[in-house]
Every structure is written in structure tokens, then in C-alpha cells.
């Protein structure tokens, strides 16, 4: 099963929330509705900035821990790699 780890954020630079999931495309508006999980909801932290795709859900969640324990710069670094600007990577439902 195909899993996907990404990063949102709350802003450039903000609050960013690390998680993983077998479904990005359901899993995104669910955090943009208030349902993805409260620390989400509470701080506003809805902009996917990152993401990386995994052919099997098991190297995702390892992945996950991994990226959870860096530090914040390394974080940064990694999502300014690919998308310095931090722009929203989903658009309305379909991303």
C-alpha cells in the first residue's frame, strides 16, 4: 500500500505539523475542515507545503518518526528545497 508523509504549515515559516497517510488526497481537506486532528484545528496549520510519496505505508511511517525527531531548520530546509515560497500543493479537493 502506497503511503505519503507531508508537512503543513500554518504560514511561511510558521507552525508546521509532520504526518503520514495512505490517502493525500482525502487526508488534506480533512485537515482544511477542522477533522485532521486537533493540534491542526487549534493552530491553523492547514497549508500542505511538503510531501513525499512511498510505495509501501510502512516506509512512510518510518519516515515520519524520522523527520519528527529533526530539528526545525532541518525542516525548513527540507521544504524550502522544493518549494521556497511555501505555496499551498493542494488545490480544493483534487491536489
Aim: aromatic share 12%; charged share 30%; with cysteine.
Amino acid at each position: 500500500m502506497t503511503g505519503y508523509v507531508y508537512m503543513l504549515a500554518s504560514q511561511k515559516r510558521g507552525t508546521i505539523y509532520i504526518g503520514v497517510t495512505n490517502d493525500l488526497g482525502r487526508r488534506i481537506p480533512e485537515h482544511k475542515e477542522g477533522r485532521g486532528s486537533k493540534f491542526t484545528a487549534r493552530y491553523g496549520v492547514v497549508r500542505l507545503v511538503w510531501y513525499e510519496e512511498h510505495f509501501d505505508i510502512r516506509d512512510a511511517i518510518q519516515r515520519e518518526k524520522s523527520l519528527k525527531r529533526w530539528l526545525r531548520q532541518w525542516k525548513i530546509a527540507l521544504i524550502e528545497k522544493t518549494n521556497p515560497e511555501w505555496h499551498e500543493l493542494c488545490r480544493g479537493t483534487g491536489w
